[in-house]
């Protein structure tokens, strides 16, 4: 059973950055592909970031490009998120998942197609 944990959330000041991280254990990470998501009160789940096994990465929308990036270190079992130029709008809990299903080169950025999930970590975005 794959465990998984993100950590680095708290509060932000606007247009700031803020790294979090997501460490998995029970297993190795070059086995999965991740992903990063986050959810705000009253809204549905949805996809930020995800990089495959092979390090392929994808990013949220077009009108979000740019400002979420991330990378893997699979000696480390950690995958990275990076959040740039933080809106009060993009607060919300945050979560990582990891999928074994996909395709070596390959990630996805639907909740349905991730097994693991971590608890979240919470990140707020004010003055």
């Known amino acids: 059973q794959l465990h998984v944990v993100e950590s680095g959330g708290g509060l932000v000041q606007p247009w700031g950055s803020l790294g979090l991280s997501c460490a998995v254990s029970g297993s190795t990470l070059s086995y999965y592909a991740v992903g990063w998501f986050r959810q705000a009160p009253g809204m549905e789940r949805e996809g930020l970031f995800c990089?495959?096994?092979?390090?392929?990465?994808?990013s949220a929308a077009d009108s979000e490009k740019g400002r979420f990036t991330g990378s893997r270190d699979n000696a480390k079992n950690t995958v990275y998120l990076q959040i740039h130029n933080l809106k009060p709008e993009d607060g919300a809990i945050y979560y990582c998942?990891?999928?074994?299903?996909?395709?070596?080169?390959?990630?996805?950025?639907?909740?349905?197609?991730?097994?693991?999930w971590g608890q979240g970590t919470q990140v707020t975005v004010s003055s």
């Open positions: 990089i495959s096994r092979s390090g392929m990465s994808r």
């Open positions: 998942a990891a999928d074994s299903t996909n395709l070596f080169n390959d990630c996805s950025l639907f909740p349905l197609q991730y097994e693991y």
